[in-house]
């Protein structure tokens, strides 16, 4: 990074830009469920469909996901906000632990499904590219399930996480 750069600023500046919430699931070689909250989602194609997120270098929740091949981008609602940070910090007891308590369905190919979540997004890993401090994960969606009568979609605006409603 250049000595003069503010990453401070940096982050400030782009937080003015509202970006969805979701966490991606997935579970590692043994079967163990792991999450983590992602700000950076992304539809990336419809033919053929794939979407994308940027998980941080440093996340030891990407690595246990990575090693299951596969992941579902669970959508938040405004009113989830405890998923939202449970999934954000380091959890105590290890990475299971964030689905201590929860009525986690499975997805058709066998990743973690949360409870009330907006929608499901579950894929395959396509592609792991480097991406500074992050990586860019290009996944192929293999089914989608959208829930319309749970609520708005959380997103993260300013540091704060809040919802969004459509204009009518």
Known sequence: ?????????????????????????????????????????????????????FPGNASRSWSHIAEGKGFCANVLTS?????????????????????????????????????????AIDCSIESVTPAGDHSFVLGRVQHLSANETVGEAMVFYRGKVTGVTPAQ
């Open 79 to 119: 009113e989830q906000d405890e998923l939202c940070w449970r999934f954000a910090r380091e959890p105590e007891g290890g990475m299971s632990a964030r689905f201590d308590g929860l009525d986690w369905a499975k997805s058709p190919s066998g990743m973690p499904v949360l409870p009330g979540a907006l929608a």
């Open 1 to 53: 990074m250049e000595a003069n750069f503010d990453s401070a600023r940096f982050r400030q500046v782009l937080g003015h830009l509202p970006t969805g919430v979701v966490v991606v699931t997935g579970v590692d070689a043994t079967g163990a469920p792991s999450g983590i909250t992602i700000g950076s989602f992304v539809s990336v194609s419809l033919d053929p469909p794939l979407v994308g997120f």
